[in-house]
Every structure is written in structure tokens, then in C-alpha cells.
């Protein structure tokens, strides 16, 4: 399927797709998105909450949340459109569609605004507002008209050239010196009207520099805020609230009352009026065709053809017969992941301040490798807030749920939730006080299976007191728990790290920090001097790598713990900063920064999530860094990352943020002593490039020796994680001439050797 097919026009000549980027981020974060092949990357977004529906050239298109879909309706044919291919943002907040110039018109809620169409633009434009103006600069509505776009937002209006690409004229809602937004805007007969806060407002387009004041009210309609307005027949059509009023060119009048108003909408000559559950359409003489109910609730209504189409909240494109959406998970909320093999699962609820239930009751999702499938909150006994979700790792289909809401709700706080334990998708033991070592109040942080197939759990606020216990059930079956006398409050347990016997749970709140214990003793890594000199008591994450170094974050930062298990058991210890060298001077990494997480891949490389700053991809020691992924650099939705998840067998790793999950595909993978499929890319190397050949395939800690056609040696190096990587200099340091150069690589104990070969072309 051609992804520019919406460009198709009669002729049959087809458009390449291009997009012009306007965003208000620097050049450098513009070059800086090029860091990696998108490739890579891909999304796991919910297509569900549609927003807008257009019918293009013969394709229906739908605006999501995070991304674009169009279908067709002859084919069935669907595809996404997100930041993966084509966008530049999350968020979508309006969407439109020039017939004229074939643009497709996409703003977002921080402000930016693509346009996707048939030129080869890529300008970096921001909309020109003043420096007193500091509201949100959210993109309402784009209304295209002629050469020019209407730009509705929370400033006011803006005026945009798409010939020349580039704003013309801004001008400021204001009454009284203060600021309201305008939510839509339509041009009939070169005059602006728009829909505001504060009632309808007209100005000749022309005209439109003029200062607000000259903007004029019609008489008769009401200075509620309205919501909508359209162009139908010559006519306008603009609803506050739940009435709709018309315009005729002379007149405004009542056009009818209609409860749980939701959208106006028009395509060709019917005008749809969409409500909670229904939409109504009208011919082009405002005489009512029919009125099509549905059972899901609806943003947006469209009749293309003979069949009028809803935008659900919850089920995507309806038409009455199926639901016409892209596979993804129920919605976007996403506070922990985890995958294994093709499977993912994820837990969308979370805690308030890593303490207050969010009451957050939409179960937990997942992608059992064909599809996505949503175990709802009725299922577990209408358990809130699922923030950890623990897979066997030898058995797939067992799965353990941990709920951080103890109750259904407030009002029946005599039910106790706790955890659950799932067997192949259907729900077969709930723990609490009442039938295990769980103490009563069951906030659940997360649990962990170690490899004799013990369960360990992080539960806090227990009791009256606010206690926090590491419970653990083993794998015979019997439960023990104690209490790591955490300071009264730390309620935010997270998922527990488990190491030779030991289970260390990370505690965000407070000044407890991390606890450590076999179920025996208990001992803390904190901010004392002498208890690990952590930079803040706060602890988010932690993760033990391949060599048994801890690695802690904190909410000012990164520290690392050698031998933690004898430095616990010293009774005096510090942890260390990571010190990397930057021109010349010693500097710790990620110093006053929220690590939320920290996974190790088959390399030994150390993924770290903050919650400001994106992800940190770095090398083994720490000292390098891998790569650094942002919203702007990269496909990322959001620099805030709850959580990580590592696919060990294919490298593939998550990212659970607070605007939905994505992922990127890693070159790293857990690996054994033979050798798999050994490839090299790129190969041929072409001039102009200036990054790493990378060797797949290779077994763990493989010696990978490069000569050249005499056999020269010109580089070695050792396989982690099954790669292997050279920058194409030689041992002197200096790029190597143009040639074939041999690999030559065997496993550890050289039982096994192998061969490849890599041109060069300078």
C-alpha cells in the first residue's frame, strides 16, 4: 500500500509526501533528531480517543491523541501516521485539510504545527507572540482558506501564509488587559468569525492586523463562550453549549437545543451535529436526513457516502458494524511495562506523589503477539490503579498484577484488593492479609520473581502506623514478611531489585531511601554519610548489572555501589558518582536529576529514565554515552520516563511515559557461547559516512580481529551483548583506506571461529 495514496489526485499523479516541520524548539534540537534511523523506533500508542474526522480524496482520516490513521473504506485498509513517520509531536489538538493545496494541517497542544503535504518544505517557524503573553499555547483550531490558515488559540488568532509558509498577523483576545481564547475560527465571505470564550467576534480579513478592540459582536447572540463553528451552505452554524445558532448572511438565529453537544461538522452538503451518543445530519437546505445512535460515547460525528461515521472516546472509528482503528492498547496512560519475547504488558495506573492513589480504574493491557487485549478493572474485582505487572519468565502465561489502591474505593474499604495472579488471561488467585503474609492496606509498589522462583513484594502503608514490608512467597508456597522499618510515610514503594538473596526496594518518599534485606536483616542505603552518601534519600530505581555493581537512582541523580551486599554488611559505605571527563574536566553524570528507572541490557550497557530529561543509553562503565533520546531529538512522546523495559532476546527496549508507550530496537541481546546469524551493517561502507560498522550475531564476549587483504591487523575488540562495533580507524587511531577488510572472530574458549568482510569505500 502506497503511503501517499491521500495525495492521489484525478489525474492519477501521485504527490511524494513531504512535511514541513514548525515547532519552537532550537536548530539544534531540530539536527539532533537525526541521531538514529526512525526505523528503529516504533509505537505502541492507542488510536482509540478519536478527535477529528475528515474524508480525503476517497480515504477517511482520523486524528488521534498521539497520531493519524486513514482507512479505506473499500479496502480496509489501515495506517498510522505518527511521530515514528511523519509528525513532529504528541498531542494532537487540531486537525485540518486544505483541498486546495493538498496540505494536511496538524497542531498540537504545546504550541507546534505541522504540515503535511506535497512540497519539500522543512522550515522552523513558531507562532510570533509577545513576551508578556504566557498562557498555553495550545493550537485550538486551523481553518484553511485560500492561500491562507486561521490559527485558533488561547492567545487569540494568527494569520499564516501557505505559499510562502510563514505567519502575516497576530492578534490578542482581550477584555480588560486580560487574555481569552478563541476555541475556532471560519472565513465566509472575507470576514473572520470566531468562536471564544466570550462569544462571537467578527473582522473583515484584510483588515485582520486591526487591534481587537475594532473586532465587532453580532447583536442578538449570547457572550457565552462557544465552542464550535462551521461553514454549511453559505451559512454559519456556531453552538455554545448545548444550543446552535445560524447564521444566514443577514440574521442570527436559533437553530435548536441539543443535549450533550459535542461537535459540528461538516463534509460536501451535510452538516452532522454530534452528541453523547447520536449524530444528527442535515441536507444542504438544513432539513434533517436522519439521526444514527450509538452506544458509545462520541467527540465527533461525519457522514461520508451512506454511512455516517462516529469518533469514540474509547473504540476509535465506529460505523454501527465494527470498530476502524489501528491495534494498540486502551488507552495512553502507561506507569510501568514489560515485555517478553513478542508479548507486552502494561500497567497504566500510578500514585500521586509516589503516595495517593490516582484511583485509576482501567485494569491493565496487553499485546499477547497478534493482538492487544484490555483486562479490565471488573475482572479484579474492580481493583484501581495496576502499577506492576511481573511475568514469569518460563512460563509466559502466569502473570502477577499489583494493585497500589487497597480498596475499590473509599466507601468500601472493608474489601482488601492487593495482588493478583493470572494464568493464561484469566484471573486464578487474589492475595491479601486474609489469605497471605500481605498486612492489611495492601498498597502493592510491585513484585519480582527471582530465578528459584520466589516472589518478592513491596508493600507500604500498612496499618495505621505506615509501615513498609518486603513480603516474600516461595516457591513452595509458604509466606513471610518483614517489616524494614521505614520512616513513618514512605509509602511509595517501588519494584524490587532481587540479588543473591537479597531484595532491594527502592522508597521515593521520605527519608528512607533504599532497604536491603534477606528476609532476616535489614539494612539501608540512604544520605548519611557512612549508610552510602546518597545525593537525596529519594530513591526511584535501582538495578544490579552483570558485573554485581548496584545502580541507584535518586532524585538528584545517579550513584553506583560496588559489592553492595558486603558493603551493607560493613556497617560503613559510600556510593559513588559516575565521573565522566568533559574537555578536560572530571564531571559526575546526571548531578540534581530524577533517575526514575534503571535497566541493564545484554551489553552491559545502562539504560537510565529520568523525569525530566528523556533516556540515557550509556556504555558499560558509565563514562560514555551511547545515546541520549529526547521528545526532540527522537520519536520519544515525552522527556518524562516512568519506566524501562529491556526485551533481552531481541534488544528491543520500552519506554512507559506519561504520554504512552514507545520503543526502540537495540543492538544488544542476551546471548550464548556459539554464534548466531553474523551480519555486519552498513556494508559496503559508502563515503560520507562517519559512524560504526556494527558485527551482529556473535557469541558473548567473542574476540573480533579486522585485517586487512595481507593481514595486516587493524583493529580487535571484544563482542558484548552479541555486537560488536568499529568506528573504521585503525589501531593508530586514522580512518582506513578504501578496501575489503576481513573479520575474523571466535568464542571464547576458540572452539568456534567465523568469518565476514566489510568494504570500504572512501
Keep these: 500500500?502506497?503511503?501517499?495514496?491521500?495525495?492521489?489526485?484525478?489525474?492519477?499523479l501521485m504527490f511524494q509526501l513531504k512535511f514541513v516541520w514548525f515547532f519552537t524548539f532550537s536548530l539544534v534540537s531540530f539536527i539532533g533528531f537525526s541521531q538514529t534511523n526512525n526505523d528503529r523506533w516504533e509505537d505502541h500508542f492507542s488510536y482509540n480517543n478519536?478527535?477529528?474526522?475528515?474524508?480525503?480524496?476517497?480515504?477517511?482520516?482520523?486524528?488521534?491523541?498521539?497520531?493519524?490513521?486513514?482507512?479505506?473504506?473499500?479496502?480496509?485498509?489501515?495506517?498510522?501516521?505518527?511521530?515514528?513517520?511523519?509528525?513532529?509531536?504528541?498531542?494532537?489538538?487540531?486537525?485540518?485539510?486544505?483541498?486546495?493545496?493538498d496540505f494536511l494541517l496538524v497542531g498540537y497542544e504545546r504550541g507546534e504545527m505541522d504540515i503535511l503535504g506535497p512540497d519539500e518544505n522543512h522550515n522552523l517557524l513558531e507562532i510570533p507572540l509577545h513576551q508578556s503573553y504566557t498562557g498555553s499555547k495550545i493550537v485550538n483550531h486551523i481553518f484553511p482558506y485560500q492561500n491562507t490558515a486561521i490559527i485558533s488559540g488561547e492567545f487569540g488568532l494568527a494569520s499564516f501564509s501557505l505559499e510562502e509558509f510563514e505567519f502575516m498577523e497576530t492578534c490578542y483576545f482581550t477584555q480588560n488587559s486580560v487574555y481569552f481564547g478563541v476555541k475556532e475560527s471560519v472565513v465566509l465571505n472575507d470576514v473572520i468569525y470566531a468562536a471564544s470564550d466570550r462569544g462571537i467576534f467578527s473582522h473583515a480579513l484584510d483588515e485582520f492586523i486591526a487591534n481587537f478592540t475594532s473586532w465587532t459582536q453580532p447583536a442578538g447572540l449570547p457572550t457565552s463562550a462557544f465552542q464550535q463553528i462551521v461553514v454549511f451552505q453559505g451559512n454559519l452554524v456556531a453552538a455554545t453549549g448545548n444550543t446552535v445558532y445560524r447564521f444566514d448572511g443577514n440574521n442570527w438565529t436559533n437553530f435548536g437545543t441539543f443535549q450533550g453537544l459535542r461537535d459540528l461538522s461538516v463534509n460536501g452538503n451535510v452538516l452532522s451535529i454530534t452528541q453523547t451518543n447520536s449524530v444528527t445530519n442535515y441536507n444542504e437546505t438544513f432539513g434533517v436526513l436522519e439521526t444514527v445512535s450509538f452506544t458509545q460515547t462520541l467527540n465527533t460525528g461525519l457522514k461520508i457516502?451512506?454511512?455516517?461515521?462516529?469518533?469514540?472516546?474509547?473504540?476509535?472509528?465506529?460505523?454501527?458494524?465494527?470498530?476502524?482503528?489501528?491495534?494498540?492498547?486502551?488507552?495512553?496512560?502507561?506507569?510501568?511495562?514489560?515485555?517478553?519475547?513478542?508479548?507486552?504488558?502494561?500497567?497504566?495506573?500510578?500514585?500521586?506523589?509516589?503516595?495517593?492513589?490516582?484511583?485509576?480504574?482501567?485494569?491493565?493491557?496487553?499485546?499477547?503477539?497478534?493482538?492487544?487485549?484490555?483486562?479490565?478493572?471488573?475482572?479484579?474485582?474492580?481493583?484501581?490503579?495496576?502499577?506492576?505487572?511481573?511475568?514469569?519468565?518460563?512460563?509466559?502465561?502466569?502473570?502477577?498484577?499489583?494493585?497500589?489502591?487497597?480498596?475499590?474505593?473509599?466507601?468500601?474499604?472493608?474489601?482488601?484488593?492487593?495482588?493478583?495472579?493470572?494464568?493464561?488471561?484469566?484471573?486464578?488467585?487474589?492475595?491479601?492479609?486474609?489469605?497471605?503474609?500481605?498486612?492489611?492496606?495492601?498498597?502493592?509498589?510491585?513484585?519480582?520473581?527471582?530465578?528459584?522462583?520466589?516472589?518478592?513484594?513491596?508493600?507500604?502503608?500498612?496499618?495505621?502506623?505506615?509501615?513498609?514490608?518486603?513480603?516474600?512467597?516461595?516457591?513452595?508456597?509458604?509466606?513471610?514478611?518483614?517489616?524494614?522499618?521505614?520512616?513513618?510515610?514512605?509509602?511509595?514503594?517501588?519494584?524490587?531489585?532481587v540479588y543473591q538473596g537479597y531484595g532491594f526496594l527502592p522508597l521515593p518518599r521520605s527519608q528512607s531511601g533504599l532497604k536491603v534485606t534477606n528476609m532476616q536483616e535489614v539494612y539501608t542505603i540512604n544520605g548519611q554519610t557512612n549508610s552510602g552518601n546518597l545525593p537525596a534519600n529519594e530513591v526511584l530505581g535501582v538495578a544490579m548489572d552483570q558485573d554485581g555493581i548496584l545502580w541507584i537512582g535518586t532524585t538528584l541523580g545517579l550513584r553506583v555501589l560496588y559489592n553492595p551486599i558486603e558493603a551493607v554488611q560493613s556497617g560503613s559505605f559510600q556510593a559513588e558518582p559516575v565521573i565522566i571527563e568533559q574537555d578536560g574536566i572530571p564531571e559526575a553524570v546526571l548531578t540534581d536529576v530524577a533517575v526514575t528507572d534503571i535497566q541493564i541490557d545484554g551489553a552491559n550497557q545502562k539504560w537510565v529514565a529520568t523525569d525530566t530529561g528523556g533516556v540515557y543509553c550509556f556504555s558499560e562503565d558509565g563514562t560514555e554515552t551511547v545515546y541520549h533520546f529526547t521528545a526532540e531529538n527522537s520519536p520519544l512522546p515525552s522527556n518524562r520516563?516512568?519506566?524501562?523495559?529491556?526485551?533481552?532476546?531481541?534488544?528491543?527496549?520500552?519506554?512507559?511515559?506519561?504520554?504512552?508507550?514507545?520503543?526502540?530496537?537495540?543492538?544488544?541481546?542476551t546471548v550464548g557461547d556459539a554464534f548466531g546469524d553474523v551480519y555486519s551493517y552498513p556494508n559496503p561502507v559508502r563515503p560520507g559516512f562517519n559512524g560504526d560498522v556494527t558485527i551482529k550475531g556473535l557469541p558473548n564476549e567473542a574476540d573480533v580481529r579486522i585485517v586487512d587483504v595481507v593481514g595486516n591487523l587493524v583493529f580487535k575488540t571484544k563482542a558484548s551483548g552479541g555486537v560488536a562495533k568499529w568506528d573504521t580507524r585503525n589501531m593508530n587511531g586514522k580512518l582506513v583506506a578504501s578496501g575489503i577488510y576481513l573479520v575474523l572472530m571466535s568464542n571464547q574458549d576458540a572452539t568456534e571461529t567465523k568469518q565476514t568482510k566489510i568494504a570500504i569505500v572512501r
Design 1 to 12: 500500500m502506497n503511503k501517499n495514496r491521500w495525495f492521489e489526485k484525478d489525474n492519477s
Design 50 to 101: 478519536i478527535r477529528h474526522i475528515w474524508e480525503i480524496n476517497g480515504f477517511i482520516f482520523c486524528s488521534a491523541e498521539n497520531g493519524l490513521f486513514n482507512y479505506d473504506p473499500n479496502s480496509g485498509e489501515l495506517e498510522k501516521i505518527s511521530k515514528v513517520t511523519e509528525l513532529n509531536d504528541v498531542g494532537i489538538s487540531a486537525f485540518s485539510y486544505s483541498p486546495e493545496l
Design 305 to 497: 457516502g451512506n454511512t455516517t461515521y462516529g469518533g469514540s472516546q474509547l473504540f476509535g472509528l465506529i460505523n454501527n458494524l465494527e470498530e476502524i482503528k489501528p491495534d494498540g492498547p486502551y488507552n495512553n496512560k502507561s506507569y510501568s511495562i514489560t515485555a517478553l519475547g513478542n508479548q507486552i504488558w502494561i500497567a497504566p495506573g500510578g500514585m500521586n506523589n509516589y503516595n495517593s492513589p490516582q484511583q485509576n480504574a482501567d485494569g491493565f493491557f496487553h499485546f499477547n503477539g497478534t493482538e492487544w487485549i484490555h483486562n479490565t478493572s471488573e475482572e479484579m474485582l474492580n481493583a484501581k490503579d495496576i502499577v506492576d505487572i511481573e511475568v514469569n519468565p518460563m512460563d509466559s502465561t502466569e502473570i502477577y498484577v499489583s494493585s497500589w489502591f487497597e480498596h475499590p474505593s473509599w466507601n468500601e474499604s472493608n474489601i482488601s484488593i492487593g495482588m493478583f495472579k493470572f494464568k493464561s488471561g484469566q484471573m486464578v488467585e487474589h492475595y491479601n492479609h486474609e489469605n497471605s503474609s500481605l498486612m492489611f492496606r495492601e498498597r502493592i509498589g510491585g513484585s519480582t520473581l527471582d530465578e528459584d522462583g520466589n516472589l518478592w513484594i513491596g508493600q507500604s502503608y500498612v496499618g495505621t502506623s505506615g509501615d513498609t514490608y518486603m513480603v516474600r512467597k516461595t516457591a513452595s508456597g509458604n509466606w513471610e514478611s518483614i517489616d524494614l522499618n521505614a520512616a513513618y510515610g514512605t509509602a511509595g514503594s517501588r519494584k524490587p531489585v
Design 641 to 669: 520516563i516512568n519506566k524501562i523495559k529491556i526485551e533481552m532476546t531481541t534488544g528491543v527496549v520500552y519506554f512507559a511515559t506519561d504520554k504512552g508507550v514507545m520503543s526502540f530496537r537495540s543492538d544488544a541481546v
